[in-house]
């Protein structure tokens, strides 16, 4: 019987390199990972409503269009139970994606088909038209805010998987909630607004408007202070007020929604802050919640925004 082989000192090398190489990437995942825990680095931008098993979590993408479908089922006089059976159909259809292909010619955040009447490619890639036309066909199903979501999105979508659209309710009804205001403060957010790419005021005015009506066109654009020894060359952020109207019971609600929908679109729109009533939301702060506004309180009658500069 011959003697078993021993290893090779090439061999036994080989493996110490890889271990030391193994080593070296652990330990340097370790220190990012320690660095941005300490620094309270947020990541890349992100969106939350609820808690625990009760939460979902989305991309700023998402986000602004998922306020776009509300804010156009609002705007049309619509109850929260149509904006939520949308936002269910958008999430199966789409994920709240505006893409540009599906199947055969199906487009857009419904998967509309330009070929079945919905509409032009470039009128339907457009979120508000498209929700408008989701809406539309919502209003001609009888008593649909009564009906099972599914069958209601159903009858609106025709889909060859129907079911589907139900295991979206739970999420659809947790943004809705958010996005109609119903919920205050509820919406979660961090975005990227880093300076030098500024927010361009007029942009803001007309999204809200597309989105809201002439009703919520901001008053006036201010600018504020720049920071504290900031080089002349840096210029003073520009604020908006946004009116917030009905007064009364209902002007708490509208308020966080309009609140809430500058949050979902603040990192297209590079909305740096927004505050209403005691609360401010700030894009930097890592946590994306919503915190007390002590000097930045409003007084309910307006949502006070200010765009990155």
């Given at each position: 019987m011959s003697e078993p082989t021993r290893p090779s000192r090439p061999a036994r090398h080989g493996r110490a390199v890889r271990f030391t190489a193994g080593l070296a990437v652990l330990l340097?995942?370790?220190?990012?990972?320690?660095?941005?825990?300490?620094?309270?680095?947020?990541?890349?931008?992100?969106?939350?409503?609820?808690?625990?098993?009760?939460?979902?979590?989305f991309t700023p993408e998402q986000a602004s269009n998922a306020a776009t479908i509300a804010a156009v089922g609002t705007g049309r006089g619509l109850p929260e139970r149509a904006v939520t059976i949308?936002?269910?159909?958008?999430?199966?259809?789409?994920?709240?994606?505006?893409?540009?292909?599906?199947?055969?010619?199906?487009?857009?955040?419904?998967?509309?088909?330009?070929?079945?009447?919905?509409?032009?490619?470039?009128?339907?890639?457009?979120?508000?038209?498209?929700?408008?036309?989701?809406?539309?066909?919502?209003?001609?199903?009888?008593?649909?805010?009564?009906?099972?979501?599914?069958?209601?999105a159903q009858k609106v979508q025709r889909s060859g998987f129907p079911q589907a659209y139900a295991k979206h309710e739970p999420d659809a009804t947790l943004l809705s909630a958010a996005l109609t205001g119903r919920a205050p403060a509820a919406l979660a957010c961090?975005?990227?607004?880093?300076?030098?790419?500024?927010?361009?005021?007029?942009?803001?005015?007309?999204?809200?408007?597309?989105?809201?009506?002439?009703?919520?066109?901001?008053?006036?654009?201010?600018?504020?202070?720049?920071?504290?020894?900031?080089?002349?060359?840096?210029?003073?952020?520009?604020?908006?007020?946004?009116?917030?109207?009905?007064?009364?019971?209902?002007?708490?609600?509208?308020?966080?929604?309009l609140a809430q929908w500058a949050v979902a679109r603040a990192d297209d729109l590079r909305i740096a802050e927004v505050s209403y009533g005691d609360r401010t939301w700030i894009a930097d702060d890592a946590s994306g919640d919503w915190t007390p506004a002590g000097s930045r309180s409003t007084d309910g009658s307006t949502v006070r925004l200010r765009l990155a500069r």
């Open positions: 340097g995942l370790v220190a990012y990972v320690t660095v941005h825990y300490v620094t309270g680095s947020k990541g890349a931008p992100r969106c939350t409503i609820g808690s625990g098993s009760n939460r979902y979590e949308a936002l269910a159909t958008a999430l199966q259809e789409s994920g709240l994606r505006n893409i540009e292909h599906g199947d055969r010619d199906s487009l857009g955040l419904f998967q509309q088909r330009p070929s079945m009447g919905w509409g032009t490619p470039e009128q339907i890639l457009d979120p508000v038209y498209s929700s408008g036309k989701f809406y539309e066909g919502l209003e001609k199903v009888p008593g649909y805010s009564r009906l099972p979501l599914t069958v209601a961090t975005a990227d607004v880093q300076e030098g790419r500024p927010g361009d005021p007029s942009r803001v005015r007309a999204e809200l408007i597309r989105a809201f009506g002439e009703e919520t066109a901001p008053k006036g654009v201010t600018a504020g202070a720049g920071a504290a020894g900031a080089a002349a060359a840096v210029p003073p952020a520009v604020e908006l007020s946004v009116p917030v109207r009905p007064t009364g019971a209902q002007r708490d609600q509208r308020g966080w929604e």
